[in-house]
């Protein structure tokens, strides 16, 4: 019935009642350490160390440092040399590094003799020379007795390990793999798990007021001490040293903290202890997204602010993790389970719903997002969901969501509401008749609204982020259609100035759509409109006589692929008319390999050029490179990948546009280009000769273009989040392009909207700033700084949602200069926009710690010399998002870290003396 059958471990806690401050943040009930078991998998989170004691971490010799987590190429926690990682294609994967021994590490959180099991076998097993491992406790080798255990390339069985050691609190077991003599094919599984077997240390306290991966406004967290017990407690504050902290004090300062309480007693004169570790946030720009997966937990209700419960039909109870049977939440009936299989998985009960619910730190209006989908399609009757919140049905409208037993695309429900600090959102699983093959994917998704009512002018769908965009422009008004995020399915707003966006319902009759993305760039032919998508073998065709209604084109509209040398296939498809040749075009990505669609090795992959035979669209050329990206010898996950590649003529050049993906944090690129000679037919030009132009940073993504009539405008996407890949967000505003001397193109800020957005003005020069460091001079429309330091000086007020407007000239030895924002809310540097002469890059980007630890948002190269003399800044502030516009030559979107609804507002200079001119900042008009 269920693929497999374990028994099952009926768990009866009907009765208990339930309260969130009875959560204790971390495991380990009454009953004591005994039994407690924890294993590497479960506690692996993308962003979080520490989480039930696992650290990862590298040896390069002589120390271990802490992993980061690379989210850009390998999506793993990543050590100081190449290919170290942990958690790289799954929880349970480690590799060594070039240079450095990979460690995942367990920190003992208790006095007490464990137990250290696992097996160490080769994932990959395609070649290489193996791999080596040994267990350490703190410096002591444990296992292997000396020396370390080979692992054979091939050996998919693998080597166990059992043993059993006394530790105590803070003691450190090392899983550290080597990568013998290379690291060629040394992927490998390794998921051990640390159980206590016997131990007198205490029971944690019971702690209310955060848990951990929480985020407040601010917080005051407490505990009481067990009986026969005694505490204390240090809290630490941006990875500053821990300090004192009591029980019930309060803390409001924003930034993220972590709180260690230690326990103790004493048994026949021994003194025995115990650690809980608790990370949270403050401040609710710190943390805007909650995601169930990402918050699951197998030792904890309450991560992240996720809890698992079951509903009778009368009372909601919290589910017990069950540790030896399902390995996951199991609630009062048989198979109501969270996290069996994955941590996104649920399972209804034979007689319960089960009810993954989150608990709101804050107040705000969330975006609720993730498909409910089926994992088990083998039978059943399927399941039926809803989501309330507290004791209200927010999703659907009444009664329950239908799933159907074989439906693996799922539905998402896209519900936006508002919560304050405590509301539950109740995710609700119910079993329909029975529960057959009732495994289910869910894995919910809560957004507080970037800068909430902050962002009025970058678009966004009510009810779900915009992706890949296609404009089509006619008679005064934009078509823009794009992608949704999820099944990829294509949806439209028109607008006619950039500032009113209104969704448009797209439909397709007839046949189905061999794809979901049936609708992409639109062009016209005749009276019917045309668009083209991929589809394995070939490109297929939808036409609508209206842009709203499509259908498919007939086959003979197919173009088909060039399968050889393409033999993984080929997409985006971009086809447009070339009156210069009078024939159609079609630009789009073909791949020789592409080892992510199991095609190949590597990724080989091309932005090619088809034509069609006369002006025919049913007669097509093969396809041929313009430009290749073999991307020799470099790992799939950073490989250089063109997507959405287009074509224009701007003056008497051709211009070939795309992104390119798998460089940046987001995943997806921004614009790069390639100039064509001049006067020179697309065929008959050298495109692989071109050197590669930089448009816009990294977080104006998947950006196209399209004429209106009089000039040539850019549109992409701003991501949802400042790092991270997560797919789609707001539409950025409207870039004017247009050709420099020499073929390079300028980017501006489209004219009409630059003008219709700026509203009242706030600030006008006349009250002179604040000198905080550096010397200062303020005179009437001028202020200067002078010196080799670093100058700051603030402007009266705080602003939100502001478009701010200067002339900015630097000394000749001044490295950069620029707007610091937002420095006192966020001490001790705030979000540098500068103009960095220095190293030619116009930046967004923030110092945590006012040391040089420097994260970037976004940033683009310029010319040399571009940024000397007298240069014209515009930043413009909305929510989480900046634009800067320099010199109508350049612009650069960022999505910061923070939602900047009241801000303040600083100039700066470093290395030398700059000049700010005309300094204005106005409110924006919506």
């Given at each position: 019935m269920f693929g497999y059958r374990k028994a099952i471990k009926l768990l009866l806690v009907a009765g208990l009642g339930f309260s969130l401050a009875s959560f204790a943040p971390e495991r380990v009930s009454a009953s004591g350490?005994?039994?407690?078991?924890f294993t590497a998998s479960d506690a692996f989170r993308t962003g979080v160390q520490g989480v039930d004691g696992w650290i990862y971490e590298d040896w390069n010799g002589s120390d271990y440092a802490p992993m980061a987590y690379e989210d850009a190429s390998f999506r793993a926690w990543q050590g100081r040399s190449g290919y170290s990682l942990i958690g790289w294609n799954s929880p349970d994967t480690l590799h060594p590094g070039t240079a450095t021994d990979t460690a995942l590490t367990f920190e003992a959180p208790a006095d007490g003799q464990v137990s250290i099991a696992g097996k160490v076998r080769k994932r990959d097993l395609n070649g290489g020379d193996g791999v080596q491992a040994r267990i350490l406790k703190n410096g002591t080798q444990i296992w292997p007795t000396s020396g370390w255990q080979s692992i054979a390339y091939n050996d998919a069985v693998g080597v166990n390990h059992s043993l059993s050691v006394q530790v105590t609190r803070g003691d450190r077991l090392r899983f550290v793999l080597n990568r013998n003599g290379n690291i060629n094919n040394d992927s490998t599984y390794w998921d051990p798990n640390v159980a206590y077997s016997s131990s007198d240390a205490p029971d944690r306290p019971v702690v209310t007021g955060v848990a951990d991966g929480g985020a407040y406004p601010s917080a005051a967290p407490s505990w009481t001490d067990p009986n026969g017990t005694t505490s204390y407690a240090t809290l630490a504050k941006d990875g500053?040293?821990?300090?004192?902290?009591?029980?019930?004090?309060?803390i409001t300062a924003s930034g993220r903290y972590v709180l260690e309480i230690v326990a103790e007693r004493t048994v026949s004169g021994n003194v025995f202890s115990s650690s809980a570790k608790i990370r949270f946030s403050i401040g609710t720009g710190l943390k805007s997204r909650f995601v169930a997966s990402e918050g699951y937990s197998s030792s904890m209700q309450g991560t992240d602010h996720w809890f698992y419960r079951d509903w009778d039909?009368?009372?909601?109870?919290?589910?017990?993790?069950?540790?030896?049977?399902?390995?996951?939440?199991l609630g009062r009936s048989s198979y109501a389970l969270i996290g069996w299989n994955g941590a996104d998985t649920v399972h209804p009960g034979s007689s319960t719903d089960t009810v993954r619910a989150f608990v709101s730190p804050m107040e705000g209006t969330v975006n609720i997002t993730g498909a409910i989908r089926k994992r088990d399609l083998s039978g059943g009757d399927g399941v039926q969901a809803r989501i309330l919140k507290n004791g209200t049905q927010i999703w659907p409208a009444s009664g329950w969501q239908s799933i159907s037993y074989k439906d693996s695309v799922g539905i998402n429900p896209g519900v936006l509401t508002y919560v304050q600090p405590g509301d539950e959102i109740r995710f609700v699983l119910n079993r329909k008749s029975s529960i057959d093959n009732d495994s289910t994917y869910w894995d919910p998704q809560i957004d507080y609204r970037s800068g909430g009512s902050g962002i009025k002018l970058h678009y966004k769908h009510p009810s779900h982020y915009i992706g890949d965009v296609h404009p089509f422009w006619e008679n005064g008004t934009l078509y823009l259609y794009y992608l949704k995020p999820g099944a990829f399915e294509p949806a439209l707003v028109t607008t006619t100035d950039y500032k009113s966006w209104q969704p448009v319902a797209l439909t397709h009759s007839g046949s189905a759509p061999y794809q979901n993305y049936y609708a992409l760039g639109v062009f016209k032919d005749g009276s019917v409109y045309r668009s083209y998508y991929g589809n394995g073998t070939e490109m297929k065709g939808s036409e609508s006589l209206d842009l709203t209604e499509w259908s498919n084109a007939s086959s003979a509209y197919d173009i088909a692929n060039s399968m050889t040398p393409y033999t993984a296939g080929a997409?985006?498809?971009?086809?447009?008319?070339?009156?210069?040749?009078?024939?159609?075009?079609?630009?789009?990505?073909?791949?020789?390999?592409?080892?992510?669609?199991?095609?190949?090795?590597?990724?080989?992959?091309s932005i090619a050029l088809t034509s069609s035979v006369g002006s025919s669209l049913t007669s097509w050329g093969t396809q041929t490179d313009l430009i290749r990206f073999p991307n020799t010898g470099i790992p799939v996950g950073s490989a250089q990948e063109p997507e959405v590649a287009q074509m224009f003529k701007l003056g008497n050049r051709w211009y070939l546009m795309a992104s390119i993906a798998r460089q940046t944090p987001h995943w997806v690129g921004g614009p790069t280009y390639w100039i064509g000679d001049p006067n020179t037919a697309i065929d008959a030009d050298d495109w692989a000769s071109k050197t590669a132009h930089t448009l816009e940073g990294e977080d104006l993504a998947a950006a196209q273009v399209f004429y209106d009539g009089a000039k040539w405008i850019m549109l992409g996407w701003i991501p949802q989040q400042a790092t991270g890949n997560a797919w789609g967000g707001h539409i950025g505003f409207p870039r004017e392009l247009y050709a420099l001397p020499g073929g390079m193109l300028g980017v501006k800020l489209e004219t009409t909207f630059s003008s219709a957005i700026r509203g009242g003005e706030l600030y006008g020069g006349v009250s002179s700033p604040s000198a905080e460091t550096g010397s200062w001079t303020f005179g009437s429309g001028a202020f200067s700084s002078s010196g080799s330091g670093f100058s700051i000086a603030k402007l009266p007020g705080d602003y939100s949602r502001f478009d701010a407007e200067m002339t900015l000239s630097m000394s000749g030895s001044a490295d950069r200069a620029g707007l610091l924002i937002d420095k006192g809310a966020t001490s001790p540097y705030g979000f540098e926009i500068s103009l960095d002469k220095a190293n030619s890059l116009i930046r967004v980007r923030r110092d945590t710690t006012g040391t040089g630890n420097w994260t970037n948002f976004s940033q683009i190269p310029v010319a040399a010399g571009d940024l000397d003399g007298t240069n014209t800044l515009r930043l413009i502030s909305e929510g989480d998002i900046l634009e800067v516009f320099v010199n109508d030559k350049y612009a650069l979107a960022a999505r910061i870290s923070k939602s900047?609804?009241?801000?303040?507002?600083?100039?700066?200079?470093?290395?030398?003396?700059?000049?700010?001119?005309?300094?204005?900042?106005?409110?924006?008009n919506e």
């Open positions: 350490w005994t039994g407690q078991s500053g040293a821990p300090a004192a902290f009591t029980s019930g004090s309060s039909g009368s009372t909601y109870a919290p589910m017990t993790y069950d540790s030896s049977g399902f390995h996951a939440w997409r985006d498809p971009y086809v447009f008319w070339d009156a210069d040749a009078g024939v159609y075009r079609m630009v789009s990505s073909v791949y020789r390999s592409n080892q992510d669609w199991g095609i190949g090795s590597g990724m080989d992959v900047l609804d009241s801000s303040d507002i600083r100039l700066f200079s470093s290395g030398g003396g700059a000049t700010f001119g005309n300094v204005k900042v106005y409110e924006l």
